[in-house]
């Protein structure tokens, strides 16, 4: 699904943020990608995301090359996944039932079609009730849960989410990872970059560890190595 | 379609509806965002009511100065029609052959009617006028010759075919010098070319300003939705649909600011009317300002939108493009 094929991300000046990254999501695969603040962790979902282009190698996915996608054919990439960030990036003077809509009106779905996605996606999160409130009036673990509804309101085959428990207490980032584990059951491959080691550990999948851009270790967690940092 | 996964349906285009709602649903969405974007305008009066009056009033000046120019091509048009030629007949030209020569001009049809003044009329008329009736006295002889005053036939009024009678009058051989006395009416149409000049100077500054003044504007409301652009970015909008709002807000600018210009150009033509009509009766003419038809102001409604569509485009291509999720 997500193949990284000997990444490097230099920014201008100079500053080295990924270097000759390999690894290989596969579909309908959940995977956690860590290591500590400054290791690459959102450069890596950036690229996937196209907001940076790599500096050397490919990033592919379902197959096809990132480089290759235009400027202006961006936006049809991003509507193929669903993004999950730490600040929420909620639209804070519109209401839940309109930043969870978002998506689905500007692909330009009908006005019936949206209502039932929106709710089907607030259902999900447990948020059907508070659709017409503001953001403002919910709390952190709830306005998170509005940023994974939207990310999964068009059904994205792949789901990539940055530290999305990182405000949050560890009972509620278990409620949000349950969240996930959801929608993997359900056949959308995730990506969750995170440094909360603990959740890993309880968690039990796939981690992908960076380390000044190199990928350490690839492969299952047991908890026991907390040898990265 | 997806382009990452293929047969995964985007949006409208691909879900099971017919074209004809395809199309219904995107004339919704454009209704949407055009309503709201007027909404927005609404929601900050001041700042709307500034941007609109900026450019409806750079639309009225250049939209007053062409009416006034349009009009005084019209009045000058009815001047025109009076146009005569003077004919000096020759010195030695005397009582019978003047007589033959106005029997034969009255038989030309180019020729409306024509009029004699003898040479004794002519010069009584300039004693008195001129003020040297003592210094006439002098004279041994009356040194002016006899006159014969041609009106041309309507057909002939313009200066070209007035200049081509005046040719053919002066073939005549009592006629010694013939002048078309439509000098000042050049005159005054190298005037009124300028005056169009200025016009058309005037307004194209004025346009390029309000261009400036629409995108400038344009430019401060995308920085303030900066984070609502980047967040639609996020999750997928097109460039072109975060345009649209912009686009919308800079059609009603141009809209609003079209019928103010329009109201204002009444306003003007109205309180400008006295004094005008205090002009025309100095000529004892009967005179009224026209121009402010439906085409006029259809005209200045469409330049108002164009001016306000090319600034907020200018804008969005420039700003839109700037704002990249980091």
Partial sequence: MIKFEQVSKTYPGGQRALSKVNFHVAPGEM????????????????????????????????????????RRQIAYIRR??????????????????????????????????????????LDMVGLRAKARDLPIMLSGGEQQRVGIARAVVNKPPLLLADEPTGNLDP???????RLFEDFNQAGVSVLIATHDLGLIARMRYRTLTLKDGCMITDGLDDGSQESYS | ????????????????????????????????????????????PVASVMTVAVLGLSITLPSTLYILVKNTEKISAGWEQASEISLFLKKETNAASSQQLLTRLKTWPEIDSV???????????????????????YLEANPLPDVVLVTPAEKYVTPAAAQRLLEKLKQQREVDVGKLDIEWLERLYGLLDIARELVTLIGGLLFISVVLI?????????????????????????????????????????????????????????????????????????FNITGLTGSALLTMLGLSVTLGLVGSLISVQRHVREIEPK
Wanted: aromatic share 8%; with cysteine.
């Fill in chain 1, 31 to 70: 995977a956690f990608l860590t290591g500590h603040s400054g290791a690459g962790k959102s450069t890596l979902l950036k690229l996937i995301s196209i907001m940076e282009r790599p500096t050397v190698g490919r990033v592919l996915i379902n197959g096809h090359d990132l480089n290759v996608i235009k």
């Fill in chain 2, 115 to 137: 009029t004699f003044i003898p040479a004794d009329d002519a010069l009584k008329e300039f004693q008195q006028l001129s003020g040297l009736g003592d210094a006439m006295a």
């Fill in chain 2, 214 to 286: 629409i995108g400038n504007t344009i430019r401060l409301n995308i920085l303030s939705k900066k984070d609502e652009i980047l967040v639609m970015k996020l999750v997928g909008a097109t460039d072109a649909f975060i345009h649209r709002p912009f686009l919308y807000t800079g059609f009603w600018y141009g809209l609003l600011g079209g019928l103010i210009a329009w109201l204002a150009v009444i306003i003007i033509l109205w309180w400008m009317d006295s004094s005008i009509q205090a002009f025309a009766s100095l000529y004892q003419k009967e």
């Fill in chain 2, 1 to 44: 379609m997806s382009l990452l996964f293929k047969g995964r349906p985007q949006g409208a285009k691909d879900s099971r509806v017919g074209l004809v709602q395809t199309l219904f649903m995107i004339c919704v969405a454009h209704v949407r965002q055009g309503l709201s974007s007027l909404g927005e305008l609404w929601r900050q």
């Fill in chain 1, 80 to 121: 193929d996944i669903g993004m999950i960030f730490q600040s929420h990036q909620l639209l804070m003077d519109k209401s839940v039932f309109d930043n969870v809509a978002l998506p689905l009106i500007i692909e330009g779905y009908t006005h019936k079609e949206t209502s039932r996605r929106v709710h089907a996606a």
């Fill in chain 1, 171 to 177: 009972k509620l980032s278990m409620e949000i990872v």
